[in-house]
C-alpha cells in the first residue's frame, strides 16, 4: 500500500475503529483487528496513536464531536423553553433509534474507561464537553424567553444527559416504543419541571 500521511492516516484509523469496535464490540478492538479492518499493517497503529489506549481515545473524541454536532444541530433557535427541550429530547432518540450501534459503542468504551486509567481524561473530557454543551442550550433557552431558572443551567444540564442516558441504555437492553414514548414525555415533563415549570405532561413530537 503506498505511503499515507499520518495527518491523513489517522482520521481513517478512528473511523476503522469505529466501524469494527461499532459491529464486534470494545472487546475484540485490538490494534490489529483494526488495522486489518483498514488494511494496514499494525505498526501502522502504534506509530499513528502510540497504544490500543491512545487509539480508544481518539474514538471516545470522535464520538464525543459528533454527538455535540448532532445536539446542536437538533437544538432549535426560536422555541420556547419547554418545546425546546421537547424538540431537542425527539431529535436526540431519532438518532438512538436510527444508529443504536454507535450508542451501544459509546456505552461500552465508558464502562471501559471506567476501569482503564490512560482513558479517565478522555472519559471526563467527554461528560465535561457535553454539559458544558447542555448547559448553554439551556441557557439561551431560559434567556430566549425571559425564563429564570429554578436551578443552575449545569445542574439541569446533567440531569438531562443522565436521564438520557438512562433511556438509551433501557432501549439497548429491551426495546419497547410505546413504552419508551411514555417515558420520554415523562422525562421532558420531569425536565421542565426541574427548570421551575409546573410539573405536567409535555408532548413529545414523534420520532
Known amino acids: ?50 497504544t490500543k489506549e491512545g487509539l480508544y481515545r481518539a474514538v471516545m473524541e470522535q464520538l464525543t464531536q459528533d454527538l455535540i ?3 446542536e444541530q437538533a437544538a432549535p433557535t426560536d422555541a420556547g423553553f419547554e418545546d425546546t427541550v421537547s424538540r431537542l429530547t425527539a431529535a436526540l ?5 436510527e444508529q443504536p450501534t454507535s450508542y451501544q459503542l459509546l456505552t461500552e468504551l465508558t464502562v471501559f474507561a471506567l476501569r482503564t486509567p490512560a482513558l479517565g481524561e478522555a472519559l471526563d473530557s467527554h461528560y465535561r464537553s457535553v454539559t458544558e454543551v447542555a448547559a448553554r442550550l439551556v441557557t439561551e433557552a431560559a434567556e430566549r424567553t425571559g425564563r429564570p431558572l429554578a436551578q443552575p443551567a449545569e445542574t439541569i444540564a446533567r440531569f438531562f444527559l443522565a436521564g438520557f442516558d438512562g433511556l438509551i441504555l433501557n432501549h439497548l437492553a429491551h426495546p419497547d416504543a410505546d413504552a419508551e414514548n411514555a417515558c420520554l414525555q415523562a422525562f421532558v415533563s420531569a425536565v421542565v419541571a426541574m427548570a421551575g415549570g409546573r410539573l405536567e405532561l409535555v408532548s413529545v413530537p414523534a420520532s
Open 93 to 97: 432518540w431519532r438518532t438512538v433509534r
Open 1 to 50: 500500500m503506498a505511503h499515507v500521511p499520518a495527518a491523513e492516516r489517522r482520521p481513517q484509523l478512528i473511523k476503522a475503529a469505529i466501524d469494527f469496535m461499532a459491529r464486534e464490540g470494545v472487546a475484540a478492538g485490538s490494534t490489529r483487528a483494526i488495522a486489518a479492518e483498514l488494511g494496514v499493517a499494525q505498526a501502522t497503529v502504534h506509530y499513528t496513536f502510540g
Open 69 to 71: 454536532a448532532q445536539v
